[in-house]
């Protein structure tokens, strides 16, 4: 009898992550994976360079140092922070501690493929749930609620749509799951979102028990490369992860570097207001082309090419061959769309123009 894995791992699409290169090109413009376009900041970096002197010791197990930093800037208990390889690593946790055989866990149709990805790990069934105009529909996740339901995902905003649910229908999502149900409120890219009616979840978690807020370094902190990010939770699934995780599942170096990425609050305002401004002049120009922009609260915009001439394939071709690289999104249901990460100011001027050489 030959060695054989569990059924469900041989059933996942292996994830596959937005191309760094372009044939024959020697430069290019990377915009296929929602990184910073301004990098990390001076003070992260310089602290990682500080690490490269201790790369002999292990780091400190809980990454207090970094919980404390978080608690500080985002007005959060430290004891209730959880860090992590990426947020990723918090999704297979949970993942691994509250779902397995014969369960289901719920997610948006377009929503990030990890969550199917590590519920099949675990042997549970990954549920995709119908979405209402690009955007999370919570009467349609109630809906689909069985008692086989163990974690619902919601990533608020979303990737690739770029759209979020208000605080009232994330209030009425959570009132409406059963309590046994834990409600995963992935908030990736809260950071560029400037919106009364938006919320990242840090209330929710401290008004229940069921509620956890996953985080990144990823995006607007510019640490993609460190793979670290962290978890707001109750007390009970501190306890629970705690157990779940390595003792030494972060890096000293990504400590460093993040630690001194949250404390420095002027350069994440200096890429919020550069992101910001940048939607709202790529979205002008885009629909001037006669192209669907969709509205995002992301570093990173859809475009819509419905035509079959002229369609998203075709222009990811064309915007390839000139060095611009972007993301297919067939995989997450939207082949006729393009997911575009917002660059430098001259990045997107460039995107614009072979947007408008290939429409013409």
């Known amino acids: 009898m030959s060695l054989k894995p569990k059924e469900s791992i041989l059933k996942i699409q292996p994830y596959k992550a937005g191309l760094s290169k372009a ?19 001076s003070k992260a970096v310089e602290a990682y360079k500080q690490a490269a002197d201790n790369l002999h010791r292990y780091p400190e197990s809980s990454g207090l140092e970094l919980r404390e930093a978080i608690g500080e800037v985002y007005g959060l208990n ?3 922070i959880v860090c992590g390889a990426g947020s990723d690593e918090i999704i297979s946790f949970l993942c691994l501690a509250y779902a397995g055989e014969g369960d ?10 990890m969550y199917a990805i ?6 549970a069934t990954p549920v995709k749930v119908p979405e209402t105009g690009l955007a999370t529909d919570v009467d349609a996740i109630l809906s689909a609620v069985t ?4 974690i619902v995902f919601v990533a608020n905003p979303n990737n690739p749509t770029g759209s979020f649910i208000p605080r009232e229908e994330v209030g009425r999502l959570r009132g409406g799951l059963p309590d046994d149900v834990l409600l995963v409120l992935d908030a990736a890219y809260a950071e560029y979102v400037d919106d009364d009616e938006y919320m990242s979840g840090q209330d929710v978690v401290d008004f229940g028990s069921n509620t956890v807020m996953t985080r990144t370094f990823s995006k607007i902190y510019g640490l993609a490369s ?9 007390d009970a699934v501190v306890d629970v992860l705690n157990r779940v ?7 000293s170096a990504a400590i460093a570097a993040a630690t001194a990425a949250v ?3 002027e350069f994440v305002e200096k890429a919020r207001q550069h992101n910001n401004t940048e939607l709202k002049w790529l979205e002008t120009e885009i629909n001037q082309l006669g192209l669907e922009f969709c509205k995002s609260f992301g570093n990173f915009y859809m475009v819509k090419f419905p035509d079959r001439e002229k369609s998203s394939h075709n222009a990811y071709k064309f915007l390839m061959e000139k060095g611009i690289i972007t993301r297919k999104i067939d995989n997450y249901g939207l082949p006729e769309y393009l997911r575009i990460t917002v660059g430098l100011k001259e990045d997107n001027q460039a995107v614009v123009k072979v947007l408008a050489e290939f429409v013409k």
């Open 23 to 41: 044939k024959g090109l020697e430069s290019v413009i990377k915009l296929s994976s929602n990184e910073s376009p301004f990098g990390a900041s």
């Open 78 to 80: 430290p004891q209730k």
């Open 104 to 113: 289901e866990v719920l997610y948006s149709e377009h929503g990030f493929l």
């Open 118 to 123: 590590y519920a099949q790990t675990v042997g």
């Open 147 to 150: 008692d086989r339901t163990k």
């Open 226 to 234: 460190l793979r670290i990010g962290w978890a707001y939770c109750p």
């Open 245 to 251: 995780r390595g003792p030494f599942n972060i890096s």
């Open 263 to 265: 404390r420095d609050v």
